[in-house]
């Protein structure tokens, strides 16, 4: 980090922090709004579709079982799984974006 | 060979390998007791949090209380999952980048504080005391029930194991011991799973069996013609608030637990601690969405093998006497009508089934061989003693790392506190074994606590740790005393006093959700009213949230480079 920036002037050096500082702010922006947009899906299958709108799911069929209580026991849980890879790539992706 | 030479022999193998894999990974310095040198890979790490997560009421109690839950019971399954979601996107790549040794560090540090360590490292030793008597008493009740071994013995027996690789490896030897025992567990759980979807629906695989064949349907329409409601049927015992809010505090309890969250701290990188947590939940969810089938299947098989069935044909069955005599399947001919059936009235029904029954007896149910049952028994030891381990460690590190090294005598050097830490492993599982062989009445009511603890103090505390710059030491502490006042008061009241649930009847297990929102508004008010954070505490937080991998921070440096 000290050896990019030798042979810069003051200056120089204060607008390049500034300009860091932009990309870090970014880059945590973004982080923020992927966890939101994943956890919005978090709690719509386990709270929603498991819990709070149940009874309406619960008059659809998958496969033998109805909906909502499939969801419950099984679909929200490979829900989850997903959530947490999807995050871990998508990270991969921001890390690479904004790594110096 | 008969089912107890198959599970002496099972026991024994599989005890021998956890002993070898400690002797293997055994430790000199505090990085590797602590964190195994945070050199875990990823998917190591995630097998490893599994068998940690995944304790012996997970192996087996769980499908049998889905099982008499129906719908009711997925509030656990969605619970003790949802929660490594949270811990994914919002505490682990960050404590892991942190990279201290335990939850009372970041919370000590990010707080500039010794109270709040201190309140961290009460809440930290309390939670893992709790959960980990419930561990040693469940290995003494394997032993028990498969080995006609004392539960005394067999709780000594699990302590001596556990001691060794513990005691001479710290975290690295636990976390490899970790990994086979996960391997253990899974196979002894999804065997008689597999073993009993076949039977019933000629489907082996338990997930789609569940799903697509018409036993739940048959299930259901038994359960009415019994008087019971409908196995699929929503609130039956709870309300619909009542599951969202129990659902909400085991997920967040879970995000919370110190014996979960330092499992994060043994990879390389907070990239591999978010890789990690999806192997741990996958790992988990072999197991998770296994267990409601097995809950349904088993339930159905029990009904149609016993219920209106003469005196006669129940008294055939080997298993049903072999379990009568355990005390575990109750069979009786109350009203001598010469048939034994099954009632929703408690006092009149002529079966009573405990809910343990429902995994052990799987494999007999199915006419599995007998090595099948035996593995079964090392599966229960493997979920039981690698829980406690990890419990154990955090007691442990709470103490030496915590309260000895941070707070006592920060000038200790690496063997010092090497030995300080190995000194209270040995001391907290002698603690863990006298609660294991004598246990207090209290330790099914107080597992309510650990999950509403963790979930009112931990998790709020280190979340705003990270996604607010604003939150101080005013607010943490206040926050923490009050959402763990609220909660410890409710729970004591309802569970010991006869208290009525008076909050919108919100049962004890689901209060740490209000506790959680009342410590993150105080701690969010009471941090605005007071000055912000010191300088340098801003510059940590900065650091944990850049992109940038470890080493760039200097403060960080300090500790690890000097020691």
Same mark, same amino acid.
């Given at each position: 980090m000290t050896n990019q920036r030798q042979g810069y002037t003051t200056q120089e050096r204060a607008e390049l922090d500034a300009i860091q500082q932009d990309r870090m702010r970014a880059y945590w922006r973004a982080n923020v709004r992927l966890i939101r947009n994943l956890l919005i899906i978090w709690g719509f299958v386990s709270l929603g579709c498991s819990i709070l709108f149940i009874p309406l799911l619960n008059q659809i069929k998958l496969g033998n079982l109805p909906l909502g209580f499939w969801m419950a026991q099984q679909g929200s849980i490979f829900t989850f799984v997903i959530l947490i890879f999807v995050y871990a790539i998508q990270m991969d992706k921001l890390d690479r974006k904004y790594r110096r | 060979m008969s089912v107890e030479a198959w599970t002496t022999t099972f026991v024994i193998i599989s005890f021998i390998l956890y002993l070898y894999i400690g002797w293997r990974s055994r430790v000199k310095d505090s990085k590797g007791f602590f964190v195994a040198d945070r050199g875990v890979p990823a998917i190591a790490n995630g097998a490893a949090t599994a068998a940690d997560w995944m304790s012996a009421a997970s192996f087996i109690s769980m499908a049998g209380l889905i099982s008499f839950m129906g719908y009711d019971g997925s509030m656990y399954l969605m619970g003790w999952t949802g929660g490594f979601v949270l811990l994914a996107l919002l505490l682990a790549p960050y404590l892991r980048k942190f990279g201290k040794y335990t939850v009372p560090d970041f919370v000590g540090d990010r707080y500039y504080s010794v109270w709040a360590r201190l309140v961290a490292v009460v809440a930290a030793i309390f939670v893992s005391l709790t959960y980990v008597a419930g561990q040693m008493r469940g290995v003494g009740i394997v032993f028990s029930r498969f080995l006609q071994v004392d539960i005394s013995t067999g709780v000594i027996i699990g302590m001596i194991i556990v001691a060794f690789f513990a005691v001479l490896g710290g975290m690295k030897g636990i976390t490899w011991t970790q990994v086979a025992q996960y391997t253990v567990l899974i196979i002894a759980y999804l065997i008689p799973a597999i073993a009993i979807a076949l039977v019933l629906t000629g489907n082996p695989i338990p997930q789609l069996a569940f799903s697509f064949s018409d036993i739940v349907e048959k299930l259901n329409g038994v359960q009415v013609d019994l008087g019971f409601a409908e196995y699929t049927q929503p609130f039956v015992n709870k309300s619909m608030l009542d599951v969202l809010f129990i659902t909400i505090a085991l997920m967040v309890g879970t995000a919370g637990l110190p014996h979960v969250i330092v499992r994060f701290y043994t990879v390389p990188s907070s990239r591999a601690a978010r890789y990690s947590a999806g192997w741990a939940?996958?790992?988990?969810? $072999? !197991?998770?969405?296994?267990?409601?089938? $097995?809950?349904?299947?088993?339930?159905?098989?029990?009904?149609?093998?016993?219920? +209106?069935?003469?005196?006669?044909?129940?008294?055939?069955? =080997?298993?049903? +006497?072999?379990?009568?005599?355990?005390?575990?399947?109750?069979?009786?001919?109350? +009203? +001598?009508?010469?048939? $034994?059936?099954?009632?929703?009235?408690?006092?009149?029904?002529?079966?009573?089934? =405990?809910?343990?029954?429902?995994? !052990?007896?799987?494999?007999?149910?199915?006419? #599995?061989?007998?090595?099948?049952?035996? !593995?079964?028994?090392?599966?229960? #030891?493997?979920?039981? #003693?690698?829980?406690?381990?990890? !419990?154990?460690?955090?007691?442990?590190?709470?103490i030496a790392h915590d309260v000895y090294y941070r707070i006592i005598n920060p000038e200790a050097s690496e063997s010092q506190r090497v030995m300080v830490g190995r000194v209270m492993v040995g001391f907290a599982i002698a603690i863990a074994g006298y609660f294991g062989v004598n246990p207090p009445g209290f330790v099914a009511q107080v597992v309510a606590f650990a999950f509403g603890l963790a979930a009112a103090s931990f998790f709020p505390v280190i979340l705003l740790g990270i996604f607010d710059k604003r939150t101080n030491r005013e607010g943490a502490i206040a926050g923490m005393v009050t959402g763990l006042a609220f909660t410890a008061f409710y729970i004591i009241g309802v569970k010991f006093y006869g208290m009525q649930p008076w909050f919108f009847n919100i049962s004890p297990e689901g209060i740490g959700t209000v506790g959680m929102m009342i410590n993150l508004i105080i701690t969010f008010v009471v941090s605005r009213l007071t000055p912000p954070p010191p300088l340098e505490v801003q510059e940590m937080i900065a650091h944990l949230r850049s992109p940038e991998e470890d080493g760039a921070f200097l403060r960080d440096l300090g500790e690890e480079e000097l020691d």
């Open positions: - | 939940l996958l790992f988990i969810a $072999i !197991l998770y969405t296994t267990a409601p089938a $097995i809950a349904s299947f088993a339930r159905y098989n029990l009904i149609d093998s016993l219920h +209106n069935k003469s005196v006669a044909e129940v008294q055939q069955l =080997d298993w049903a +006497n072999k379990w009568s005599n355990t005390g575990l399947l109750g069979i009786e001919d109350k +009203n +001598n009508n010469g048939r $034994i059936e099954l009632t929703p009235d408690k006092e009149n029904s002529e079966i009573t089934i =405990d809910r343990d029954i429902i995994v !052990l007896s799987t494999p007999e149910v199915a006419k #599995l061989a007998p090595w099948v049952v035996a !593995l079964v028994a090392a599966g229960g #030891l493997a979920a039981a #003693l690698s829980t406690a381990s990890g !419990l154990l460690l955090v007691i442990s590190s709470s």
